[in-house]
């Protein structure tokens, strides 16, 4: 971002702290919630340009459109001056807490929660004439899905994920026909909205093999990448126009557990960033353990906390790692005991404190089973889990004051080897990825018990791994 003199920025201080006392009079609190994507100007950056025109913005909007909520106060935790740290200073001038919210008519997009349909990009592990990147809208006034299509050739492209402006994808896996060395590599793509379609910017290594999560930062800025089978973690950083830089962080494991074949070296399986983008939460599978890494996003660098983990029961094998979105609790399922753990979350030193731990299955199964992924709803109330050999999906109420976890039963997800869930940003639908079965199915979620209902629309992707839901204009 620009870098400005002091003074200048003492200025810009001063005016945002004179506007507090004109906007805590002219801005009564309004009932509806918006979403800031950033860069106002649209020059690329998140910068101080995108400030001053967000006062404008402000000055001349509706009076109920005049509510500032402000998301990740000096999430990026970098010492610099951005956009984030002024708006959350302004937040804390009239006396209110920050909140996750943001704004859309500020760039011309809709809110996420009012999106009458979501482009779904899937993630796969086909090969041949097969191998890529399928998409397909769901309409969220059916829960219907399109047929799918091929929106970028990619060779098993089975882990994906999108930037916070919806401008850009990015993938596990390699280019269509390459013939160099094996190793792990990233994808990025530009997506094309209107098209449903990705056009491939670049590659690059991870060094590392077999990347299993893909999590772009809070600003936009990185790319975090944990790898199952050479045990290590990775930063990217990304360029302005979304491709990816050379590595610039890595962090190895090291250690085994218990299990005589699934935990003999460290398997990473995810990594997530907290809100405030100030800690990397990796769960190891081989190590039984959640590993706490602080995370510079300047300096796109991943470095050991103190504690540097939290070590779950032996022989679970945890694989995917969720927050509740207050922040105060997070959520781990473990693989090989098909059960899932309920943690306290201190934001202030990155330290996870166990609360729970319950069986994602129904006490009548006795079959082999391994659970897969873990996602909670954007309101807070309600938790899914994958289970893959009982092919269904765990649901659970949370309880709001404790986070704890409540068994509701589980429903069959119509396929076999549920290895991907997912949410709509409204939390309204569930869509589960069947590897095996090769198909997406759509469930209804009910917001006042949590149940889960199948919408009757299932398609055709094969060997699908993931999702990702991005909002149609």
Same mark, same amino acid.
């Not at 106060?73 to 959350?88: C, M, Q, R, T």
């Not at 983008?277 to 706490?292: K, N, W």
């Given at each position: 971002?620009?870098?400005?003199?002091?003074?200048?920025?003492?200025?810009?201080?001063?005016?945002?702290?004179?506007?507090?006392?004109?906007?805590?009079?002219?801005?009564?609190?309004?009932?509806?919630?918006?979403?800031?994507?950033?860069?106002?100007?649209?020059?690329?950056?998140?910068?101080?340009?995108?400030?001053?025109?967000?006062?404008?913005?402000?000055?001349?909007?509706?009076?109920?459109?005049?509510?500032?909520?402000?998301?990740?106060?000096?999430?990026?935790?970098?010492?610099?001056?951005?956009?984030?740290?002024?708006?959350?200073?302004?937040?804390?001038?009239?006396?209110?807490?920050?909140?996750?919210?943001?704004?859309?008519?500020?760039?011309?997009?809709?809110?996420?929660?009012?999106?009458?349909?979501?482009?779904?990009?899937?993630?796969?592990?086909?090969?041949?004439?097969?191998?890529?990147?399928?998409?397909?809208?769901?309409?969220?006034?059916?829960?219907?899905?399109?047929?799918?299509?091929?929106?970028?050739?990619?060779?098993?492209?089975?882990?994906?994920?999108?930037?916070?402006?919806?401008?850009?994808?990015?993938?596990?896996?390699?280019?269509?026909?390459?013939?160099?060395?094996?190793?792990?590599?990233?994808?990025?793509?530009?997506?094309?909205?209107?098209?449903?379609?990705?056009?491939?910017?670049?590659?690059?290594?991870?060094?590392?093999?077999?990347?299993?999560?893909?999590?772009?930062?809070?600003?936009?800025?990185?790319?975090?990448?944990?790898?199952?089978?050479?045990?290590?973690?990775?930063?990217?950083?990304?360029?302005?126009?979304?491709?990816?830089?050379?590595?610039?962080?890595?962090?190895?494991?090291?250690?085994?557990?218990?299990?005589?074949?699934?935990?003999?070296?460290?398997?990473?399986?995810?990594?997530?960033?907290?809100?405030?983008?100030?800690?990397?939460?990796?769960?190891?599978?081989?190590?039984?353990?959640?590993?706490?890494?602080?995370?510079?996003?300047?300096?796109?660098?991943?470095?050991?906390?103190?504690?540097?983990?939290?070590?779950?029961?032996?022989?679970?094998?945890?694989?995917?790692?969720?927050?509740?979105?207050?922040?105060?609790?997070?959520? #781990?399922?473990?693989?090989?005991?098909?059960?899932?753990?309920? /943690? !306290?979350? @201190?934001?202030?030193? %990155?330290? *996870? $404190?166990?609360?729970?731990?319950?069986?994602?299955?129904?006490?009548?199964?006795?079959?082999?089973?391994?659970?897969?992924?873990?996602?909670?709803?954007?309101?807070?109330?309600?938790?899914?889990?994958?289970?893959?050999?009982?092919?269904?999906?765990?649901?659970?109420?949370?309880?709001?004051?404790?986070?704890?976890?409540?068994?509701?039963?589980?429903?069959?997800?119509?396929?076999?080897?549920?290895?991907?869930?997912?949410?709509?940003?409204?939390?309204?639908?569930?869509? #589960?990825?069947?590897?095996?079965?090769?198909?997406?199915?759509? /469930? !209804?979620? @009910?917001?006042?018990? %949590?149940? *889960? $209902?199948?919408?009757?629309?299932?398609?055709?992707?094969?060997?699908?791994?993931?999702?990702?839901?991005?909002?149609?204009?």
């Amino acid at each position: 971002m620009r870098r400005f003199p002091l003074l200048l920025i003492l200025s810009l201080l001063a005016v945002v702290a004179v506007s507090t006392f004109s906007f805590s009079q002219a801005f009564p609190p309004a009932a509806v919630a918006f979403t800031y994507r950033g860069d106002i100007d649209e020059n690329g950056k998140v910068d101080i340009f995108d400030l001053l025109a967000l006062l404008m913005v402000l000055d001349s909007a509706p009076e109920n459109d005049r509510q500032l909520q402000i998301a990740n106060v000096n999430a990026s935790g970098d010492g610099e001056l951005d956009i984030f740290d002024l708006l959350g200073l302004l937040k804390l001038l009239r006396g209110e807490e920050p909140e996750v919210i943001y704004w859309p008519e500020i760039t011309g997009t809709e809110n996420p929660t009012a999106a009458e349909k979501y482009q779904l990009y899937f993630g796969t592990g086909a090969t041949g004439d097969q191998e890529g990147i399928f998409s397909s809208v769901l309409d969220m006034s059916t829960g219907q899905l399109t047929e799918a299509k091929l929106a970028a050739e990619a060779i098993r492209p089975g882990v994906i994920t999108i930037d916070p402006t919806g401008t850009h994808l990015y993938s596990a896996g390699k280019p269509t026909g390459y013939k160099g060395p094996r190793g792990g590599s990233i994808l990025a793509f530009e997506i094309n909205k209107t098209a449903g379609t990705l056009k491939l910017l670049n590659s690059q290594s991870t060094r590392g093999d077999g990347p299993s999560y893909l999590f772009v930062d809070h600003s936009g800025r990185n790319i975090l990448v944990c790898h199952y089978q050479s045990g290590n973690c990775s930063v990217l950083p990304l360029a302005q126009n979304g491709s990816l830089k050379p590595v610039s962080s890595v962090q190895q494991h090291t250690g085994s557990s218990v299990h005589p074949v699934r935990q003999t070296a460290p398997h990473p399986h995810s990594i997530n960033l907290d809100s405030a983008g100030r800690y990397a939460l990796v769960t190891d599978l081989g190590l039984d353990q959640v590993l706490i890494y602080k995370f510079d996003s300047a300096a796109g660098t991943l470095t050991p906390n103190d504690p540097p983990f939290v070590a779950v029961k032996p022989g679970g094998g945890p694989r995917h790692f969720a927050f509740h979105p207050s922040g105060e609790f997070a959520y #781990v399922n473990l693989e090989l005991t098909s059960e899932v753990i309920t /943690f !306290r979350y @201190d934001s202030q030193r %990155g330290v *996870l $404190t166990e609360l729970q731990t319950l069986s994602t299955l129904p006490d009548d199964f006795t079959g082999r089973n391994a659970n897969a992924g873990i996602r909670v709803t954007p309101d807070g109330r309600f938790l899914y889990v994958s289970n893959r050999g009982h092919n269904s999906i765990a649901q659970f109420a949370v309880d709001p004051g404790t986070g704890t976890l409540a068994w509701l039963g589980s429903v069959s997800t119509r396929g076999d080897v549920p290895q991907g869930i997912n949410l709509d940003p409204t939390g309204g639908y569930l869509v #589960v990825a069947d590897k095996i079965a090769g198909q997406a199915s759509v /469930f !209804r979620i @009910d917001k006042e018990t %949590g149940l *889960l $209902t199948y919408t009757g629309s299932s398609i055709d992707i094969p060997k699908v791994n993931s999702m990702v839901f991005l909002p149609l204009d």
